[in-house]
């Protein structure tokens, strides 16, 4: 059913939508999309650069539990 929209009836959607709801609250409303998209965006690259963080803490703490007898053998 969608696949045979096409550019005039995506026109059509578009005008209804705009009288309806007004240039002012169509743009605002756009306005907060973009900001929930920053503040996505924002999230996820510091939840990238903590799990990035924790990796090398973990590194960095992380033990050698080789038994003694298993060292020596190459």
Known sequence: MLNN??????LLIAVVVLVLFGRGKISSLMGE???GITSF?????EGTK?????????????????????????
């Open 5 to 10: 929209i096409g550019l005039p009836g995506i």
């Open 33 to 35: 999309v973009g900001k």
């Open 41 to 45: 965006k924002k999230g996820v690259s």
């Open 50 to 74: 903590e799990l990035d963080e924790a990796t090398e803490e973990a590194a960095e703490t992380a033990k050698d539990v080789t038994p003694d007898s298993e060292k020596d053998k190459v």
